[in-house]
C-alpha cells in the first residue's frame, strides 16, 4: 500500500515538475517574442535620396538600426519643406533636412517645434560645374555669368551665395542666378544648353562630367568652410516621449559615422550600393571620394554651438533668418554626446 502511495506521489510529482517546464518554456518563449515586439518602427523623411549622406545607408545596410531596435521606414521628401511638413504633420517621426528648416518654424512661432538632435554634414555637397574645362579657377570668373542654382532660401543657394560675398561678388547685381528649375532638374537643363555654370549635387556633377557636357571646377563644401548642413530632428514632444528610441537612433547613426570614418571610399561604396543600383561602383566610388577627401562627415554627430551660429550667420547675409533664436531650444546634444561616448565632457 505504501509503495503504491509512493509510486503515485511520485507520478504527480513528476507531472507537477513537467507542468512547470512546459509553463517556465512557455513564458520564455513570450518573452522572446516580446523582445522582437519590442523593435520600434521610425519613420525617417529625408530631404533627398543622395550619396552625400552615406553614413546613414551605412546604418541602413549594416543593419545598425536592427541592433539597436529599430524597424526603419525611410521616405524621401524631395525638399525641406515637403519634409518639415511631413514631421509637423506627423506622418513622419524625425526628419532629415537642413537645420534652416527648423529655424524658419520655430522663427514662425510653432508651439510644437521641431529640434535638431545629430548633425551628419559639416561641409556643403555641392559642386559648380562649368560648360568647359577651367584648370585655374575663381570665383570672380562668374561675374557677368549666368548660373543655374538653388531655391531662394534653401541651404544651396544660400551657402552659393554666402561663398559670392567672401569673394567680393554681389550675388543679385554681378552675375544672373536662374532659380525657376525645380530641384534635381538643372543637370538636364544645363545640358539642354541653359546656363554657363550650374550648381549639382552628386551623382548629377559627376554625371555631367561622364556625359562630357560638363566639367567640376569648384567644391562649394571646401570653400564655404564647416557649414551645418543637414541634421537629424524631430518635435519637441516627440523627442519627450520617446528619448529610448531618439537614444537608439542616435546610437545607429554613430556606428555608421564610425564605419565610414574607419573604412576606405571604395568599401563603403560596396556597403551602400544597394541603396544606389542605378549607379555604377566605379561612379559611386568615386563620388564617395570626393566627399571623403574634403571631409565632409563629422566624426561624431554633435551639433556644437560655433556651427549653430554660422548657419544663423549665413541665414542672416541671405536676408532669410526673421530673427536670431536660441541654440538652446533648437538644438539638443545629450543624445549625441552618449552615443559618441563623451556625457561627460
Given at each position: 500500500m505504501r509503495k503504491n502511495q509512493s509510486s503515485h506521489l511520485l507520478g504527480k510529482t513528476v507531472s507537477l515538475l513537467l507542468a512547470v517546464m512546459l509553463i517556465t518554456l512557455s513564458f520564455t518563449g513570450c518573452g522572446k517574442t516580446e523582445s522582437?515586439?519590442?523593435?520600434?518602427?521610425?519613420?525617417?523623411?529625408?530631404?533627398?535620396?543622395?550619396?552625400?549622406?552615406?553614413?546613414?545607408?551605412?546604418?541602413?545596410?549594416?543593419?545598425?538600426?536592427?541592433?539597436?531596435?529599430?524597424?526603419?521606414?525611410?521616405?524621401?521628401?524631395?525638399?525641406?519643406?515637403?519634409?518639415?511638413?511631413?514631421?509637423?504633420?506627423?506622418?513622419?517621426d524625425i526628419g532629415f533636412m537642413g537645420s534652416e528648416s527648423t529655424i524658419y518654424t520655430y522663427a514662425g512661432g510653432t508651439s510644437d517645434y521641431v529640434v535638431n538632435f545629430a548633425q551628419l554634414t559639416q561641409r556643403a555637397g555641392n559642386f559648380l560645374v562649368s560648360r568647359q574645362p577651367i584648370e585655374n579657377f575663381s570665383w570672380?570668373?562668374?561675374?557677368?555669368?549666368?548660373?543655374?542654382?538653388?531655391?531662394?532660401?534653401?541651404?544651396?543657394?544660400?551657402?552659393?551665395?554666402?561663398?559670392?560675398?567672401?569673394?567680393?561678388?554681389?550675388?543679385?547685381?554681378?552675375?544672373?542666378?536662374?532659380?525657376?528649375?525645380?530641384?534635381?532638374?538643372?543637370?538636364?537643363?544645363?545640358?539642354?544648353?541653359?546656363?554657363?555654370?550650374?550648381?549639382?549635387f552628386e551623382p548629377h556633377a559627376t554625371s555631367l562630367e561622364a556625359k562630357g557636357d560638363g566639367y567640376?571646377?569648384?567644391?562649394?563644401?571646401?570653400d564655404s568652410g564647416y557649414v551645418p548642413y543637414t541634421a537629424f530632428s524631430a518635435k519637441k514632444s516627440y523627442m519627450e516621449e520617446n528619448p529610448e528610441t531618439i537614444q537608439a537612433f542616435t546610437n545607429a547613426l554613430q556606428k555608421g559615422m564610425d564605419?565610414?570614418?574607419?573604412?576606405?571610399?571604395?568599401?563603403?561604396?560596396?556597403?551602400?550600393?544597394?541603396?544606389?543600383?542605378?549607379?555604377?561602383?566605379?561612379?559611386?566610388?568615386?563620388?564617395?571620394?570626393?566627399?571623403?577627401?574634403?571631409?565632409?562627415?563629422?566624426?561624431?554627430?554633435?551639433?556644437?554651438?560655433?556651427?549653430?551660429?554660422?548657419?544663423?550667420?549665413?541665414?542672416?547675409?541671405?536676408?532669410?533668418?526673421?530673427?536670431?533664436?536660441?541654440?538652446?531650444?533648437?538644438?539638443?546634444?545629450?543624445?549625441?554626446?552618449?552615443a559618441a561616448g563623451t556625457e561627460n565632457k
Open positions: 522582437k515586439s519590442e523593435s520600434k518602427t521610425v519613420t525617417l523623411n529625408e530631404v533627398a535620396h543622395s550619396i552625400f549622406y552615406a553614413p546613414m545607408y551605412v546604418a541602413i545596410e549594416e543593419g545598425y538600426f536592427k541592433e539597436e531596435g529599430i524597424e526603419l521606414n525611410l521616405v524621401t521628401g524631395f525638399g525641406a519643406d515637403k519634409t518639415m511638413t511631413a514631421v509637423l504633420t506627423d506622418e513622419a570672380d570668373m562668374l561675374k557677368g555669368a549666368n548660373v543655374l542654382g538653388g531655391r531662394a532660401g534653401g541651404m544651396p543657394e544660400m551657402v552659393f551665395e554666402f561663398i559670392l560675398k567672401k569673394n567680393g561678388i554681389d550675388p543679385a547685381a554681378d552675375l544672373s542666378i536662374d532659380q525657376s528649375i525645380d530641384f534635381g532638374s538643372t543637370a538636364a537643363a544645363f545640358s539642354g544648353g541653359q546656363g554657363e555654370f550650374t550648381v549639382e567640376v571646377v569648384a567644391s562649394l563644401g571646401e564605419y565610414v570614418a574607419s573604412h576606405t571610399p571604395e568599401e563603403i561604396a560596396k556597403i551602400i550600393q544597394p541603396q544606389f543600383e542605378e549607379t555604377d561602383i566605379e561612379t559611386l566610388t568615386t563620388i564617395i571620394t570626393r566627399y571623403y577627401e574634403q571631409d565632409t562627415w563629422k566624426g561624431n554627430l554633435i551639433f556644437e554651438e560655433d556651427a549653430f551660429t554660422l548657419l544663423q550667420n549665413i541665414l542672416e547675409e541671405a536676408g532669410e533668418l526673421p530673427q536670431r533664436v536660441p541654440y538652446e531650444e533648437l538644438v539638443n546634444t545629450d543624445f549625441a554626446r552618449n
